[in-house]
Nanobody, 116 residues
Framework: QVQLVESGGGLVQPGGSLRLSCAASGFPFGDLTMRWFLQAPGKERTMVASVNSAGDSTLYAESVKGRFTISRDNTKNLVFLQMNSLKPEDTAVYYC?????????WGQGTQVTVSS
């Protein structure tokens, strides 16, 4: 079955960095676009970044452009989100996502808290 397992979240001060990882299994990872979403308390889940199957095309939400970088390793079925210059408003649960066989799949999420 499809599994997405996120890791790497935590508490960081404003201006700091974190690197999130998502380990994927149960589907043809190298064939699919992968995405990161975030969900802040009381708000809807929104897309942060996406990377195509080859890893050579990316998209970002305006709020994270120039600060976050999405990448993937198709040899290890991993997708990453490098987050730099973090701001308090980046505080959220971050989810890995794929769309496979017309169904959305999410990981369990990893909490990122940006606070001094």
């Amino acid at each position: 079955q499809v599994q997405l397992v996120e890791s790497g979240g935590g508490l960081v001060q404003p201006g700091g960095s974190l690197r999130l990882s998502c380990a994927a299994s149960g589907f043809p990872f190298g064939d699919l676009t992968m995405r990161w979403f975030l969900q802040a308390p009381g708000k809807e889940r929104t897309m942060v970044a996406s990377v195509n199957s080859a890893g050579d095309s990316t998209l970002y939400a305006e709020s994270v452009k120039g600060r976050f970088t999405i990448s993937r390793d198709n040899t290890k079925n991993l997708v990453f989100l490098q987050m730099n210059s973090l701001k308090p408003e980046d505080t959220a649960v971050y989810y890995c996502h794929c769309l496979y066989n017309w169904k959305n799949y999410w990981g369990q999420g990893t909490q990122v808290t940006v606070s001094s």
